[in-house]
Each structure stands twice: as structure tokens, then as C-alpha cells.
């Protein structure tokens, strides 16, 4: 076995850091994980891992490493996305990667490189410690922090992985907390169309405006109540429309009109996109027939699927065995954010949500992670690898 080509969990980590990653869209700059996949890359083939590149078609690449023990073994699935929110107003360095107070600090320290070194370390220690007895895949997704399209092409693109994992463990600082289920979101523009004319003589338009007036209280007066799914570890059903843009000037009756809405979607709902749509188009039906030539049009903006406690109740003891083995507390939660083991678990692949660091500290002006949690990670993923997979 070669020498490790990092030093530690810790340098690794500021290795991580030091890329600027904030995702594409938030920055506008294509494929920006682009040279942090690259180091991973030049570090899985000084360890003599294999690795291949997935493409993303919405842009970037997801880069899976794989460990293969066997052709019989079962596989064991480790996903951390490399892409984090913006670095704006933050108060310390982003990517400095300073180690102070027993913490490391920059952007993407917590959310979620620190999983990501963590999960790498521990299967550097499994191919000279481990039991062998699992075949381990680790990979590294792009967008995660906006569409999630990167995990998205990993699922559709399962079939060609050659290998479908017993299990999946999505690297998201929970504290070392099980999460086993989360919330999904589907979020909607809905347009209302009108006609415009000069403002002296509003009868020979159609505002826009007034039609969405109507179009908002019907969403909130009949879709926002029939809400009434709730989930014991995730809460109760949610819709809210937090954006509104109309009009073009102070004399035109204006043609268009926009909200955004933001449909919080809890596991076992089966709800996606098109029936929230639908269901949607149904509330507005009154509305509809009481004004005469309305226009509504709606588009999908974001979707990702809850994490559904259903799909990974089979994978959780093996969770807890090596949660147990380290005396780490063992009671699952729930998370009120969504994250990629929603779609994973759609694709009725279990998946649990678990990694070092806290989420109080994602996405702060001064993020961080603990260096106890982070060393503590990599202990619980190695624990991972080395569990019986029943
Ligand atoms: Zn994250």
C-alpha cells in the first residue's frame, strides 16, 4: 500500500477549503469544483484508487472513487458535495483554512468538506486496517447547494455504476446524529398574464396584477389549508409565497405578474412537482371561473424528494452498530432542510444523513468545524466500512 499522500484529516481538510467552491449558479462561475475534483482525483491515484468522473448535464462532474475488495462483496456508498454557499460577508478568511480554539475555519469547513476528509481518511484506513470484507464507493458531487443536479445524475445514471449499494451514507454535519429523514421542496413560479394598455383608459387592458391578487388569495385560502400531512420527526406540510414581481411601469396596466413559492414537502407525502402543480390549477378552479379569460401559467423552478424513513429502517442498524461501538448516542432525528439522501431514497436506495460538525455553524459568517468531530467522523466512518452488512 502506497503512503498516504496527506498528512492528516486536518491538512486534507485545509486542502479542501483552499478551492473556491462556491456553487455555480450563487456565483455564476461554470464547474467551479473543477480544481478541488481535480486534487481528489491526483490523491485517489497516489493512493491507487479508482476513479472515474460522472457528468453532470446541467454542468460539472461528479467524481466516485472506488475501493473494490471483491466482485461479490457488497458495496457501501459514501456521498459529500464539494460546492458551498457564498463567501460574501463572512468575517474570517474563507479559504485559509486557519486551525485556532481547537476548530478549523473557512467556508465549506462544516458544510460539508469536513465530512468529505473525513470519509476519505477513514477509507484510507480501511484499505490498510479494515476488514475487507466491503466494497466501498465515495463520491464527490457538484451543485448541491442549489439544484442538486449532481446527485441527480448520479441516480439516473445508477445503472451504469455497475453496482447498486446496500447502502448510502450522505455526509452533512448532523453532530454524528442519524438523520433519517428529512423534508423535500418543490418550487414553483406561477405567472399570471394579462394584457397591457395605457393606464388613461384601463379598460382596454387586462392588469395582470389584479389578476394574481385573486390567484394569491386562492392558494392561500384553499391550497395552503388543505395542507395537513405532518411526519413525527420532520413536522408538518409547508407552502409560502415569498416572492412577488409585476408590472413594468407607473402608467401601463401591466401584462405580467409573478409570484415564487416555496412548497415544503414531508416524507411520505408523495407529492412532486407536476401533482403540486395540479393541485394548485385545482384551487385556482373557482378563480378561474369566475373571471373569464385568466391566464395562469406554471413553471417548476427547484424539486428534490424527501428523505423517507420507510426506504433506510433496514439500513439503520448498521448505523447504530457503529454509533454504538464508539458510545456515540444512537436516537434517530429528523431535519427540517433538505438534503441529497431525498433523492437517493426516491430512488428507494437507503440512505441515511450523517457527518462531524453542527448545522448551526453551516453557512455562518464564520463557519467552522471542531477538530474533536471532525477526528470523530473519521472514527464513525471507519466504523462504517467495517460493519456487517445484513
Ligand atoms: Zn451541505
Redesign the pocket.
Known amino acids: 500500500m502506497a503512503a498516504s499522500p496527506f498528512e492528516s484529516v486536518e491538512s486534507l481538510l485545509q486542502k479542501f477549503v483552499s478551492f473556491h467552491t462556491v456553487n455555480a449558479v450563487i456565483s455564476a462561475r461554470p464547474f467551479p469544483e473543477r480544481p478541488m475534483l481535480e486534487y481528489v482525483e491526483s490523491i485517489a491515484k497516489a493512493m491507487g484508487l479508482e476513479s472515474r468522473r460522472i457528468p453532470v448535464p446541467e454542468g460539472g462532474e461528479n467524481l466516485l472513487l472506488l475501493h473494490r475488495v471483491s466482485p461479490t462483496a457488497p458495496w457501501l456508498m459514501f456521498v459529500s ?1 464539494m460546492d458551498t454557499v457564498s463567501t460574501e460577508g463572512m468575517t474570517i478568511d474563507p479559504i485559509g483554512g486557519k486551525i485556532e480554539g481547537g476548530r478549523l475555519w473557512s467556508r465549506g469547513a462544516c ?2 468538506k469536513g465530512t468529505g476528509a473525513a470519509m476519505l481518511e477513514a477509507l484510507r484506513r480501511y484499505r490498510t486496517d479494515g476488514n475487507q470484507q466491503h466494497n466501498i464507493a465515495l463520491i464527490f458531487t457538484v451543485d ?2 442549489y439544484g442538486m443536479t449532481g446527485t441527480r445524475a448520479l441516480i439516473a445514471n445508477r445503472g451504469s455504476l455497475g453496482f447498486a449499494p446496500r447502502g448510502v451514507i450522505v455526509g ?2 448532523t453532530m454524528l446524529r442519524p438523520v433519517v429523514a428529512n423534508n423535500g421542496a418543490v418550487r414553483l413560479k406561477v405567472t399570471t398574464r394579462g394584457v397591457a394598455a395605457h393606464s388613461a383608459d384601463p379598460s382596454k387592458g387586462r392588469s395582470a396584477i389584479s389578476d394574481m391578487a385573486h390567484v394569491i388569495d386562492a392558494i392561500e385560502s384553499r391550497y395552503i389549508p388543505s395542507l395537513k400531512t405532518s411526519h413525527p420527526l420532520t413536522g408538518k406540510a409547508q407552502c409560502s409565497i415569498n416572492m412577488i414581481h409585476g408590472g413594468t411601469q407607473i402608467n401601463i396596466i401591466p401584462a405580467a405578474c409573478e409570484v415564487r413559492l416555496d412548497r415544503r414537502v414531508v416524507p411520505g407525502e408523495n407529492e412532486n412537482a407536476q401533482t403540486v402543480i395540479g393541485a394548485i390549477k385545482q384551487a385556482l378552479a373557482p378563480v378561474q371561473a369566475a373571471r373569464p379569460g385568466l391566464i395562469v401559467e406554471q413553471e417548476v423552478l427547484f424539486g428534490c424528494a424527501a428523505l423517507d424513513d420507510r426506504v433506510n429502517r433496514a439500513f439503520l442498524p448498521v448505523v447504530n452498530a457503529a454509533l454504538e461501538s464508539l458510545s456515540l448516542p444512537t436516537a434517530a432525528i429528523g431535519a427540517p432542510y433538505s ?1 441529497e439522501a431525498g433523492d437517493i431514497s426516491a430512488a428507494q436506495i437507503p440512505a441515511i444523513v450523517i457527518g462531524p460538525g453542527d448545522i448551526a455553524q ?1 453557512h455562518t459568517k464564520d463557519e467552522f468545524i471542531s477538530l474533536d468531530q471532525l477526528e470523530l467522523g473519521v472514527d464513525l466512518y471507519l466504523e462504517l466500512m467495517n460493519q456487517p452488512l445484513a
Open positions: 458535495h458544510d460539508t448541491e447547494e452533512e454535519p438534503t453551516a
